[in-house]
């Protein structure tokens, strides 16, 4: 039997043994997730601390405690020492709320009920092409963030936190000069627009996205802070019907991923609606690699085939999709974030 070309696996492992590694995955992720929840790692900042001092603080059973921590230290998520205390490590780390790179928004949301219903129906939404969020929790996931606050804010947190170590690396990659006037299509909260233009103190920028999301981010700081302040207007509205005209770019971060080719193609067609000779159109999205390579593109997108009906597009996708709607896919910019900038122009 030829191993694929470019497979991570160990040559060490038995393949069985391997295998039992890849099918207990959810174990692990579970495990995280408690530990993420009960704030662990925020507990451990200040040096290692006991199963038992870890339950008193958090009101858990300790010893139920000390045999989750225990396993994700064989994980290489926290260590324990010779005294039985817990310390971070580099992964483990990555669980604590207030440091750049944080994973803790996501670790919780990604595992919170309704994706996990959600997550039990792939294999129906692979025999059927059906959106399992939608069977499993009888509604669209923004229909139930909608109705359930906790868990909106649950998701917000997880994309702030995820925006926090993207957003940097995509403001660094794409040379914005001689861009006047930017949309945000979709652009949620604003941090990537406000980064933007606090790097660009000349540019002025329009933040779109639907009326409670514009809402929202009135009322949150970045847009309101004062590098920005006054170079932004915040427009509520449909990106399937009519988006703000007299731009140089229309940016979309997380956008098209979220949607099948129908309907991405409609978005991509309102942007063409308004873009004239020269507009720039920028999606940062995460492009699927060609081969057996290990990617989390790969991850995400059966991920957004479970909640959102959506997927992670190969470039030849995205050159297709784009000429579909009137575009010419001009370059793919590698950010040093897991997400890749396509640039297209209107053909
Ligand atoms: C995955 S979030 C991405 C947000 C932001 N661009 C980011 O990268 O953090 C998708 C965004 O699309 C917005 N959205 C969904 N449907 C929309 C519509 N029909 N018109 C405008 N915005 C919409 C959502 O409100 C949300 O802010």
Not at 244 to 254: G, H, R, V
């Amino acid at each position: 039997m030829k191993d694929p070309e470019d497979s991570e696996m160990s040559d060490d492992v038995p393949p069985p043994v391997a295998m039992m590694g890849l099918v207990t995955g959810y174990w692990v992720s579970k495990m995280i997730r408690v530990a993420a929840k009960l704030g662990i790692a925020d507990l451990l900042a200040g040096g290692p601390r006991s199963a038992t001092d870890l339950a008193a603080a958090t009101g858990v059973h300790a010893d139920r405690l000390y045999r989750v921590l225990r396993t994700l230290a064989s994980q290489g998520v926290f260590v324990e020492d010779e005294d039985g205390r817990f310390d971070l490590t580099p992964l483990a780390a990555t669980l604590r709320r207030d440091v750049p790179g944080s994973v803790h928004g996501f670790a919780v949301m990604i595992l919170e009920d309704a994706n996990w219903e959600a997550w039990r129906e792939l294999g129906w939404a692979v025999e059927t092409g059906g959106v399992a969020f939608q069977k499993a929790v009888g509604m669209a996931p923004w229909e139930y963030l909608a109705a359930h606050p906790e868990d909106g804010q649950m998701f917000g947190e997880a994309m702030t936190s995820l925006s926090a170590s993207q957003n940097p690396a995509i403001v660094e990659a794409y040379d914005f000069t001689g861009i006047g006037r930017l949309v945000d299509v979709g652009g949620g909260h604003g941090s990537l627009l406000a980064m933007i233009l606090t790097a660009h103190p000349e540019m002025r920028g329009v933040l779109f996205d639907v009326p409670a999301t514009i809402e929202n981010a009135r009322r949150d700081r970045h847009i309101n802070t004062a590098a920005v302040a006054g170079r932004v207007d915040s427009v509520a509205g449909d990106f399937f019907d009519l988006l703000p005209t007299d731009a140089d770019c229309y940016l979309m971060k997380y956008i098209l991923h979220d949607w099948n080719d129908d309907d991405a193609l409609r978005i991509l067609q309102s942007v063409r609606r308004v873009a004239t000779p020269g507009t720039k159109l920028l999606i940062v999205d995460a492009v699927v690699p060609p081969g057996n390579v290990a990617n989390n593109a790969k991850m995400m997108d059966v991920n957004m085939m479970v909640i959102m009906g959506g997927l992670e597009r190969t470039e030849p996708q995205f050159r297709d999709l784009l000429a579909n709607a009137g575009f010419l896919l001009k370059r793919v910019i590698a950010t040093e974030c897991p997400l890749s900038i396509v640039e297209a122009l209107p053909a």
